[in-house]
Each structure stands twice: as structure tokens, then as C-alpha cells.
């Protein structure tokens, strides 16, 4: 047994494989037009590198001195995100 959808363009059924770039069998139009664009962003979303505000950033450039104090900092930053999802994990779980 086949799915079936309805065409959001001409109303009509058509056989569905759940794929994003489905064409309905009448008008040609795509069966899910939300699910692409949504498919389109998800990609470019996981193309942009990674925003470094969480973490201070540690230059090859940097003196060793000025490294060993990065290295510092960031631990703090890592143990402060750690302590936090902690808190949020502890009161949602006694939440219920």
C-alpha cells in the first residue's frame, strides 16, 4: 500500500514517498514546499562556524603566558556551562 497526500496547490491526491522533493503527479508542484525551506535552512545553519562569544579564543599568536591565562579563563567559562545545565537538569528533574 502506497501513502497518499493531498497537493496544497491543485487539491488533488497523489502518491507520496515522504520525500522533501515529492512532485505532485498533476500540477508538478512540490507536495511539501514548508519542509524544503526548512530543509534549506537547516543546512545553512550547520554550514556557519560556531560563534566563539562562549569561549574565549586562545590566538597561535598569543605568549605563552597570556595562553596559560586563556586556558584558565576557559575552564571557568566550561565549568560555569557545566554547573548551569546541572542546575537546569536538577530542577526540571524535580519538576517531574
Request: charged share 20%.
Amino acid at each position: 500500500m502506497k501513502a497518499t497526500k493531498k497537493c496544497p496547490h491543485c487539491g488533488h491526491w497523489t502518491e507520496w514517498s515522504q520525500q522533501p522533493t515529492d512532485l505532485c503527479q498533476h500540477c508538478g508542484q512540490v507536495l511539501e514546499p514548508y519542509r524544503v525551506a526548512s530543509e534549506q535552512a537547516r543546512q545553512r545553519l550547520s554550514e556557519q562556524p560556531v560563534s566563539s562569544f562562549m569561549l574565549i579564543e586562545i590566538k597561535p599568536e598569543d605568549g605563552p603566558v597570556m595562553r596559560f591565562f586563556k586556558y584558565i579563563i576557559r575552564g571557568g567559562q566550561l565549568a560555569f556551562a557545566a554547573l548551569m545545565a546541572f542546575m537546569v537538569w536538577l530542577v526540571t528533574a524535580l519538576a517531574g
